[in-house]
């Protein structure tokens, strides 16, 4: 560990992955990465921020580093200033707060250290499996923000790879946080239940709610750059209605240019105001830009801009008539409690944490009912006094809430976690006699049968998980468990490396556990490690290991890397019980090995 790192005892870091994943491509912060860098920042710039520690994980490194915050400050002010990513200012500092951010090594964090992520990981492979290792070299406590478990209450609204990823990320979370902050009640509730699921049994207690920043806004005069946009688009102060958001099919920007076009259809002589969307592109954002390609005179009534600045939104926030969220659901809501610190009505629909994160200060309609979305919004265009008056409902009654607030939250919870001297969670799988395969969890649903042996895997010698295991990395890799069952036999699923043949050896901790197999080019096959008795409620410690390596392309980054011998699957059971190895046989002669999976993976503290 260098010497930056050595003075951080005992303190509480902040994973910053997220961002700096986010940054190379992207500028313009959207609502998680908006609050990660606001939380950040509060820290830094007041009397804790020597008490704190950024840090990234890199797969392709394989491990943690440290992040300046100095540059992290600069970059992560810069993105809020502008909108342009092709920017030559915003592009160098970029690029060297990443070859800073490369440049120290974490090999281990302070001994018993917070380590707290506000942003997302489910896209980071291996990530929990360099948790296990923190938590193993430094007694670490790992606390994850919820912000929400939308790919798996509503997997119509995502990709499917990334509702795969996300129930993986799921499974680990639960697994190896020690405690979780939400950042609603709504996303409390529907977090809770789904690792009710998985019966992973968390106290509601362990889930601090943090309600985002609901900060009063002082209404400024607008900038060049915020006149030059308005000018540009043909917006009039005042006579337009704000929606901002990322363009995808749960924000349902869609179904706003549908009640636009039906409130013009319907009410040929009020003036409608114009609807002006500001977002960048997102899942199935082309069901909005082809229904904007076909909206009768577009021109006169809808404005879509990608991205904006801070000082632009503020300039579209003040300068509104007032705002929409006809969201499908959410983990907070934002947009809602920004538009309510400028003092601007907005009009949401009544789903998951909608109405929470407007303080009940908002025009809310019935969630897939486009006519009542219709009648609220008339009600507000034509009677100019209710609209006013709901103004001032807001100016009497918004509570404001800051980042600096938020920011001490989280850190006083961290350092109650820290100074409980409770033992931090860690990972001791407990297998019973089953298969348990290495691959990527494929399911779009999170039920009670789910299990991921992701776990086994010990130490960081290991690749991503892929469709067929895992990877080697030819520094040697190990599976560690222990067996609930009678149990005298194991069985590993080895894969040969792709371009030339490999002799892998696969060892146990037990006395007289070892075996080697030569393995052609992409050959799948099993190796047999018989145990003399029964090992039932052993710790076992499986090293795999081949010195032939192949350099490979990572599928999914594009980078390259260095592969040894895969490992598919673990398959544990009885020897010298007929019908344990029946089943065994009979798995394998008729593929039937994915239904052989174990229905509970169990996990010890």
């Known amino acids: 560990m260098g010497s930056d790192v050595k003075k951080f005892q005992r303190k509480i870091w902040f994973d910053v992955s997220d961002l700096l994943g986010y940054f190379p491509d992207n500028r313009t912060p959207t609502g998680i990465q908006r609050v990660q860098i606001s939380i950040i920042q509060s820290l830094l710039s007041g009397s804790e921020g020597e008490k704190i520690a950024l840090c990234q994980f890199l797969e392709d490194e394989n491990g943690w580093f440290l992040v300046d915050p100095d540059r992290f400050v600069k970059v992560s ?22 070859q800073e951010a490369m440049a120290e090594r974490i090999d281990a964090f302070p001994l018993r250290s917070v380590l707290i992520n506000i942003g997302t990981s489910w896209w980071l492979p291996n990530y929990f499996m360099h948790i296990r290792e923190a938590k193993k070299k430094s007694d670490i406590y790992y606390i994850p923000f919820i912000h929400d478990v939308i790919p798996a209450v509503a997997p119509r609204f995502c990709a499917h ?10 499974m680990g979370v639960v697994q190896h946080s020690d405690r979780y902050f939400a950042v609603s009640e709504a996303s409390k509730k529907d977090f809770l239940a789904l690792a009710t699921e998985l019966n992973a049994g968390i106290p509601s207690a362990d889930v601090r709610v943090v309600h985002l920043a609901a900060e009063k806004k002082t209404v400024s005069v607008p900038t060049a750059a915020a006149t030059s946009l308005f000018r540009r688009e043909g917006i009039e102060p005042g006579k337009f ?12 920007q869609a179904g706003a240019l549908d009640a636009w076009q039906n409130l013009i259809r319907n009410n040929p002589k009020l003036p409608i105001p114009k609807l002006v969307i500001v977002g960048k592109r997102g899942f ?31 300039a579209l926030y003040s300068s509104c008539l007032f705002t929409i969220y006809p969201s499908y659901y959410e983990g907070w809501g934002l947009p809602i409690t920004e538009s309510l610190g400028y003092g601007k009505v907005c009009v949401t629909a009544d789903n998951s944490s909608l109405p929470e994160a407007g303080q009940g200060l908002t025009v809310t309609y019935r969630t897939g009912s486009n006519h009542d979305f ?35 939250e989280v850190l006083a919870f961290a350092h109650a976690v820290q100074e409980g001297a409770q033992q931090t969670k860690k990972i001791a799988p ?19 049968d789910l299990t991921s042996a992701e776990v086994l895997r010990d130490g960081s010698g290991w690749h991503r998980l892929e469709d067929f295991g895992s990877w080697t990395r030819g520094t040697g890799a190990r599976l560690t468990f222990t067996v609930a069952q009678p149990c005298n036999r194991i069985a590993i699923q080895l894969k040969g490396i792709p371009s030339s043949h490999c002799e892998v050896t696969v060892s146990a901790n037990l006395a007289g556990s070892s075996t080697k197999l030569r393995l052609n080019p992409d050959e799948e096959a099993w190796c047999f490690l018989d145990f003399d008795g029964d090992i039932a409620g052993k710790n076992l410690n499986i090293d795999v290991y081949s010195r032939e390596v192949e350099t490979t392309t990572n599928p999914e980054t594009g980078h390259s890397r260095v592969i040894s011998a895969g490992v598919c699957g673990v398959y544990l059971f009885d020897k ?14 008729f593929d039937l090995l994915k239904y052989k999976k174990v229905k509970k993976l169990l996990c010890t503290q």
């Open 77 to 98: 002010t810069l993105s809020l200033m502008g909108s342009d990513a092709r920017d030559l200012v915003w592009r160098r500092e970029v690029s060297m707060l990443r």
């Open 161 to 170: 790879e990334l509702v795969h990823e996300f129930i993986d990320w799921f």
């Open 576 to 589: 010298t019980n007929a019908n344990a190895r029946t089943d065994f046989i009979e798995a394998k002669l």
């Open 430 to 448: 407990v297998l019973e006699a089953a298969y348990y395969p290495l691959n990527r969890n494929r399911q779009l649903k999170i039920s009670s």
């Open 241 to 252: 209605v704000f929606f901002v958001s990322t363009v995808e099919s749960r924000k349902n």
């Open 374 to 408: 219709e009648e609220k919004l008339l009600s507000l265009i034509k009677d100019r006094g209710h609209l006013s008056a709901l103004e001032q409902r807001i100016a009497e009654n918004f509570q404001s809430r800051h980042w600096e607030t938020i920011a001490q």
């Open 284 to 314: 199935e954002s082309h069901f909005f830009l082809e229904k904007l390609a076909t909206f009768i005179e577009a021109e006169k009534h809808i404005v879509y801009i990608e991205s904006v600045s801070d000082d632009e939104l503020a």
